[in-house]
Each structure stands twice: as structure tokens, then as C-alpha cells.
């Protein structure tokens, strides 16, 4: 119908669904202050009150799993490092309690980390993104024990960046040269396996893909 709601105001980063598309899950921040003081906040799609489930102002970009899990970037160590906090993935329940750490990522001083991008409908597949300066690639992580895969390693800046996940999570869909990649020549939508491998190139001089469910 065209029909527009509103949720909430702010400074927002990342919006997930809930499994039955009555809820979302957003990182919301009250201002633009780098880094950011962020929480994870949880409200009806339909609009009505809203329940933050982080109160640590570090908590955001959620990814509302199929089985009901959530996963979602801490900002650590900003004090510790030079340009700014490092992105580790935790876990935790719908109504925010059983709070996890999954993955302890070594992060550069000029990137950011891993940032949730989909996970497949059995919720035993994770597809993140490790970002920063110049920087844009697939990793998958086990959502049980952490373990990372780097889908392009080496090669950062024009290696594949990944935008969806299959629903059976065994392959990941995305692009080819998005960073230093020497123009439309080498872009290209590719799709790579969740287990790694050659890329297949779908679409030759293609850009950013988003995929529907």
C-alpha cells in the first residue's frame, strides 16, 4: 500500500526482521559523536513502544537469526587503539539475555572488523563482512564455535565482497573488484562456495548485488 511507519528516531545502524516479520531489531544511537554510543533496540514492526535489549552503548549492527538468535557487533578496546574500537560478533537471545562471545578477530588499526551480513535458513551458516579503510570481504563464521573463513584471503581490496547467503548456506552470492578494482573491467557478480573457492562470475561489468529471499 505504500504505507509508511515509524519506528523510532536516531542514528541508526543495521535493520533486521524477526523470523515472522512482526518485529525488527535496529542499532540505534542518539548521536553522531565517533564512536558512537550505540544500543541494540527491539520493536513491532506496526510501531509501538520499542525495549532496548543492550544498555552497554556499544552494541549494534544485529542480525536477527532464524532460530530466534541474534547476532551483533561489540565496538572494543577504543581506548586502546589509535583510530578507533575493533568489531567482535556476540550472540544472544531475542529478548536480550544469554549474551555470548563468538569470535575474538585480530583487527588492524585502519579496519573495523566483522560486520553481520545473513545467515542461511537452518541457522547453521554465518556470512559477515570484515570492513574498514579500503577494505570490503566475505567471511564466514560458525555461529557454535567462531571459526573464520576468509573467501577472498590475500587480497582485500579487490577480492569478493559478499551481499547474500543461499537459504541451504552453501553459497555465497556477491562481487568482484569493488575496492582499487581498476574501473567496470574487472566487476563482476560473482557467487563463491560457503566451504571456499573459485569465484563463478554470473554477471560481467556488474556492482553491489542485493539478493531477494
Not at 561489540?74 to 529478548?95: E, V
Not at 571456499?196 to 556492482?207: A, D, E, I
Amino acid at each position: 500500500t505504500g504505507k509508511a511507519t515509524r519506528i523510532a528516531t536516531g542514528y541508526f545502524n543495521a535493520v533486521s526482521f524477526s523470523p515472522d516479520n512482526k518485529e525488527v531489531v535496529f542499532g540505534l544511537a542518539s548521536g553522531e559523536r565517533y564512536p558512537q554510543k550505540t544500543n541494540i533496540i527491539r520493536g513491532p514492526v506496526a510501531g509501538g513502544p520499542t525495549s532496548p535489549l543492550t544498555h552497554d552503548g556499544i552494541s549494534g549492527w544485529p542480525l536477527w537469526g532464524p532460530q530466534g538468535q541474534i547476532v551483533f557487533v561489540k565496538q572494543l578496546n577504543a581506548k586502546q587503539r589509535k583510530y578507533g574500537p575493533k568489531n567482535d560478533l556476540f550472540l544472544m537471545n531475542a529478548n536480550g539475555k544469554g549474551v555470548k562471545r563468538l569470535t575474538h578477530t585480530k583487527v588492524d588499526q585502519l579496519t573495523a572488523g566483522l560486520f553481520p551480513t545473513a545467515w542461511s535458513a537452518s541457522g547453521n551458516q554465518l556470512l559477515t563482512e570484515y570492513g574498514g579503510q579500503d577494505t570490503s570481504y566475505a567471511v564466514t563464521v560458525n555461529p557454535k564455535t567462531g571459526k573464520e573463513k576468509n573467501l577472498s584471503p590475500g587480497n582485500s581490496e579487490t577480492g569478493f565482497a559478499g551481499v547474500a547467503l543461499g537459504s541451504d548456506g552453501k553459497t555465497v552470492y556477491g562481487y568482484l573488484g569493488g575496492f582499487e578494482g581498476g574501473g567496470g573491467s574487472q566487476l563482476k557478480i560473482a557467487s563463491v562456495p560457503y566451504a571456499g573457492g573459485k569465484p563463478k562470475v554470473l554477471v560481467s561489468g556488474g556492482f553491489s548485488p542485493s539478493w531477494g529471499g
